[in-house]
């Protein structure tokens, strides 16, 4: 049932090990944020250019605040999250430093999925989580889509279609922002969430968008 698939999980990413997971936009692969050799391994995985960062996922709200420096109200942050959206901010001093080692920001998900949250609650600290597909290829809705992948991993959860196979617009992925600087906004990636996610940003908290 559900808590042995998120129990396998969580035994899977504290040996070190990468899973493919589904979230609230495509599928994913995760590991441990603190276990550099398998942020590593997603790397290689990836066949990802190592300067391209990866997310940290977390189950709440208020576990953020450990990971990053937030200089936004914590309601914007509850608007946001859990939801499509990936939140740049400014990373603290416990994130791991192999993790991003190149910038000071790191994005950070919470995905509105229960498996999701009910795993990164399972963790004892972050996981880093990125698309579950070769870099430049496309994103993937089900776990056939990236069987490629499934040698290198040490479980797939299969949580099915997720969104309309046939649509793009499911493909997108989160909507990226960079909140790192105060007052202002920049979209780095419009993503699946962008139209209400700059609403609320202008409109109910006054942020600018930053010129690029």
């Not at 398998?38 to 300067?51: C, P």
């Not at 991003?100 to 920001?105: C, K």
């Not at 998900?109 to 009910?118: K, L």
Request: aromatic share 6%; charged share 20%.
């Amino acid at each position: 049932g559900w808590g042995e698939a998120v129990a396998a999980a969580a035994a899977a990413l504290q040996a070190g090990g990468l899973v493919a997971v589904p979230t609230d936009t495509v599928y994913g692969v995760a590991c441990l944020a603190q276990d550099s050799a398998a942020v590593r391994s997603i790397y290689s995985l990836k066949g990802r250019n190592g300067a391209k960062p990866l997310a940290i996922c977390l189950g709440d709200v208020e576990r953020l605040y450990r990971y990053c420096h937030v200089n936004v109200p914590d309601e914007l942050l509850r608007d946001l999250l859990p939801g499509p959206v990936t939140l740049v901010l400014q990373r603290s001093e416990e994130l791991n430093k192999d993790l991003n080692p190149f910038t000071s920001l790191v994005g950070v998900r919470i995905p509105d999925h229960p498996f999701m949250r009910d795993l990164a609650r399972a963790c004892p600290g972050p996981l880093a989580l990125t698309s579950a597909n070769i870099s430049s290829q496309g994103s993937t809705l089900t776990v056939l889509e990236f069987q490629d992948l499934w040698p290198q991993l040490s479980l797939v959860i299969d949580g099915g279609p997720i969104g309309d196979i046939q649509s793009p617009e499911c493909r997108l992925g989160s909507t990226v922002v960079d909140l790192s600087v105060s007052g202002k906004f920049s979209i780095i990636r419009p993503g699946c969430a962008l139209t209400p996610t700059v609403e609320i940003l202008k409109k109910k908290y006054g942020l600018v968008p930053e010129c690029s």
